[in-house]
T-cell receptor, first 115, second 116 residues
Framework: AQSVTQLGSHVSVSEGALVLLRCNYSSSVPPYLFWYVQYPNQGLQLLLK??????LVKGINGFEAEFKKSETSFHLTKPSAHMSDAAEYFC?????????????FGTGTSLTVIP | GAVVSQHPSWVICKSGTSVKIECRSLDFQATTMFWYRQFPKQSLMLMATSNEGSKATYEQGVEKDKFLINHASLTLSTLTVTSAHPEDSSFYIC????????????FGDGTRLSIL
């Protein structure tokens, strides 16, 4: 079975500070992992994805995430927060080795950036 | 690339009206499309999954006669909320995915549905 846990439903950081959003997954097969961002009243935008290539994945807007199999984690980071990063962030897992439709989202983390 | 267009973005209508929401993949073939409902400050709730040319698969608790889904082509899926009532008011989001487990879902911008 596959699932995603996002620790911390709300995270606040100061502008310019490190952003760390946590995501742990559970998967019975090697996973594909994704991070999405959602701004108010909009759909989800893909930030980055891990598909079994490099374990450190770089995405848009300066975000990156590292796949750590030993920790079953895929935490999202950004060295320096910007006011425009305030949004809702979702981690998702999709099992590999099939062409099925399963796609499991975490409950989301709301990021607040304090000026 | 990978643009998904969802229309309308906002609709307000009277109770009892049926509302159709369109989801189009503009630059790729979407073998699978998904329809979600999102309540304020919550994650996405998957309503149904549709594959082109076949009947949609509904999640438990979602009324298939209430939420009609059609996926007639590789670029278009529609969700029709039939005889909408105020409790159907919500934010509905579609996504589309090309074939292959490594493919991400690409999301439309959502439709805010308000039933008076």
């Amino acid at each position: 079975a596959q699932s995603v846990t996002q620790l911390g439903s709300h995270v606040s950081v100061s502008e310019g500070a490190l952003v760390l959003l946590r995501c742990n997954y559970s998967s019975s097969v090697p996973p594909y992992l994704f991070w999405y961002v959602q701004y108010p009243n909009q759909g989800l935008q893909l930030l980055l994805k891990y598909t079994s290539a490099a374990t450190l994945v770089k995405g848009i807007n300066g975000f990156e995430a590292e796949f750590k199999k030993s920790e079953t984690s895929f935490h999202l980071t950004k060295p320096s927060a910007h006011m425009s990063d305030a949004a809702e962030y979702f981690c998702a897992v999709s099992p590999s080795l099939n062409t099925g439709n399963q796609f499991y989202f975490g409950t989301g983390t709301s990021l607040t950036v304090i000026p | 690339g990978a643009v998904v267009s969802q229309h309308p973005s906002w609709v307000i209508c009277k109770s009892g009206t049926s509302v159709k929401i369109e989801c189009r993949s503009l630059d790729f073939q979407a073998t699978t499309m998904f329809w979600y409902r999102q309540f304020p400050k919550q994650s996405l709730m998957l309503m149904a999954t549709s594959n082109e040319g076949s009947k949609a698969t509904y999640e438990q608790g979602v009324e298939k006669d209430k939420f009609l889904i059609n996926h007639a082509s590789l670029t278009l899926s529609t969700l029709t909320v039939t005889s909408a009532h105020p409790e159907d008011s919500s934010f509905y989001i579609c996504s589309a995915r090309a074939a292959g487990g490594h493919q991400p879902q690409h999301f439309g911008d959502g439709t805010r549905l308000s039933i008076l």
